[in-house]
Each structure stands twice: as C-alpha cells, then as structure tokens.
Nanobody
Framework: QVQVGESGGGLVQPGGSLRLSCTTS????????IAWHRQAPGKQRELVAS???????NYAASVQGRFTISRDDTKNTVYLQMKNLKPEDTAVYYC?????????WGQGTQVTVSS
C-alpha cells in the first residue's frame, strides 16, 4: 500500500526555522502533486503549499515568502522549509499525495511556534 510519511516537526521560537520532510513509500513519480496542509486547533485543514510532478509550486498567501516547497526525486522526498515562523503557524502539518491509484494522507507532524 502506498504511504506518505512526515518528519521534522517540533517546538521553535517565533522567528525561527524548521524543515519538514515528506517521504513516499513508492517512487515519487507516481504522484501528480504533493502538498502540505495544516490544521490548527479549532480550525479547518488548509492548504499550505504544493509542488507538481513538473515542479510547479503554489503557496497560501499567509506563507508566501516565508515557506519554500521543494522535492528531491532521488530520495522520494518533498520538503517544506519554513522561515520566520509565527505563533499562528502552530498546527499539525500533513503531507498529501495525489497520484496514480488514489490520494494519500500522512499521519501528521506537530509544529509549535512559541516563546
């Protein structure tokens, strides 16, 4: 069964940085796109950033200029580099893969921005 899994979450102070990783259990080329979503307590899950198989990227307005999504096809991994983190970035971050045979969610990784 195809799986996607996240890593790299943690606690960081405002203004700090973190890098999240999403690794696929099968070749990343089976995915049309991979995205990062997040869900804060009491709020709906929202799209943060996405990257397509053709390396086209898309960002939510709230993270534009602070977050960068990238992929390393040799490692079947998509990264989310997060800089200048704010308390409102606190959420569970989920990886989502859309591809051949279906769509797949990861289990999520907690990011907490607090002093």
């Amino acid at each position: 069964q195809v799986q996607v899994g996240e890593s790299g979450g943690g606690l960081v102070q405002p203004g700090g940085s973190l890098r999240l990783s999403c690794t696929t259990s099968e070749t990343i080329f089976r995915f049309y796109a991979i995205a990062w979503h997040r869900q804060a307590p009491g709020k709906q899950r929202e799209l943060v950033a996405s990257i397509s198989s053709r390396y086209e990227t898309n960002y939510a307005a709230s993270v534009q200029g602070r977050f960068t999504i990238s992929r390393d096809d040799t490692k079947n991994t998509v990264y989310l580099q997060m800089k200048n983190l704010k308390p409102e970035d606190t959420a569970v971050y989920y990886c989502y893969g859309s591809g051949v045979g279906g769509n797949y969610w990861g289990q999520g990784t907690q990011v907490t921005v607090s002093s």
